[in-house]
């Protein structure tokens, strides 16, 4: 370990109807682990399959959803995750939607942040919470241990939905901006990788090969071709019961909905230009020039 490297320092907790990071301060690691982390709805799912597919070398059937929990979700209990993790003999990859300072950070560990513009987060996220059934609200909400308000249901059309998530930073989820902000922060750091949605979609065969020079794993010539037909939306919709959590259970319509359009720009037909303009403005305040332009397209540098 570097020791002339500032490593991030976990500064406080993070509690709601989804999250409990106390999870990682009893954690287990391996020095071998990998972190995806994202807001949500960022390419989450996608991540977890394209790290899937590097490790297991292309192969079939490989489920996902049971391989990469959710860490700091507060459902199942974390013996049970834990359990579940210190049984697996492969290369372990685990999910978090935490920002950096709520997470239990390791320099032997890698790490890939996930992102995608704001508002393509939000219809991806409306639509996740428009199909969430009874099931899921039970698991939110009525498991023990619950701190904060519980979730409710969808109330508003998608574009006041979207308005009242960016003035409320993220509501009724949790807050976008400092968790954007925070994985920027430590872009520099080397065992940290930033990915962005737009960019796996313009360039896949590109960003897998970079995804897997990151993790130090050596993909033989032959097992690209599966890798990158089974990282493809079709190939994921098609499989969507590996990949979807509880094999699609929780949600309306079961896993096909959960991996819904993987598509941008949906919101450009509906929000007016005063929409836009707020929500532009809103991310230049909160992240700055450079961060602001990288999330809303992909790009590392300043132009706006």
């Known amino acids: 370990m570097d020791t002339q490297i500032g490593w991030p320092r976990k500064t406080r907790e993070m509690h709601n109807h989804h999250f409990d990071s106390t999870v990682w301060n009893d954690f287990a690691f391996r020095d071998d682990d990998i972190v995806i982390a994202t807001y949500g709805k960022s390419g989450t799912t996608w991540m ?65 942040y996930v992102a995608r513009d704001g508002r393509d987060v ?39 939905y979207f308005r009242r998530w960016l003035e409320r930073d993220g509501y009724p989820f949790w807050p976008i901006w400092e968790n954007v902000r925070s994985w920027w922060a430590v872009r520099d750091l080397p065992n940290v990788l930033l990915v962005h949605f737009a960019n796996l979609k313009a360039d896949l065969s590109g960003e897998l090969r970079r995804i897997a020079r990151f993790l130090d794993i050596d993909v033989p010539a032959a097992d690209w071709p599966k890798i990158e037909e089974h990282c493809t939306f079709a190939y994921m919709k098609a499989h969507a019961r590996q990949t979807a959590p509880l094999g699609g259970a929780i949600f309306e319509g079961g896993a096909e909905s959960f991996i819904n359009q993987g598509t941008n720009g949906r919101w450009r037909d509906l929000l007016t230009r005063e929409d836009i303009a707020a929500y532009e403005s809103r991310a230049l305040a909160e992240l700055g020039p450079e961060c602001a332009h990288w999330l809303a397209t992909g790009k590392m540098d300043a132009t706006v």
Do not use: C
Request: glycine share 6%; charged share 20%.
């Open 48 to 112: 977890q399959q394209i790290v899937g597919q590097l490790i297991f070398r292309g192969a079939e059937n490989i489920a996902v959803s049971q391989l990469s929990p959710w860490l700091d979700l507060r459902v199942p209990p974390k013996e049970v995750k834990f359990a579940g993790l210190e049984a697996q003999t492969h290369r372990r990859f685990i999910k978090t939607h935490l920002p950096v300072e709520a997470l239990v950070f390791r320099p032997e560990l890698k790490y890939i």
């Open 122 to 160: 939000l219809w991806s996220l409306y639509n996740h919470h428009l199909k969430a059934n009874d099931q899921w609200y039970a698991v939110m909400n009525d498991t023990p241990g619950l701190v904060g308000e519980p979730i409710g249901r969808v109330d508003l059309d998608v574009v006041p």
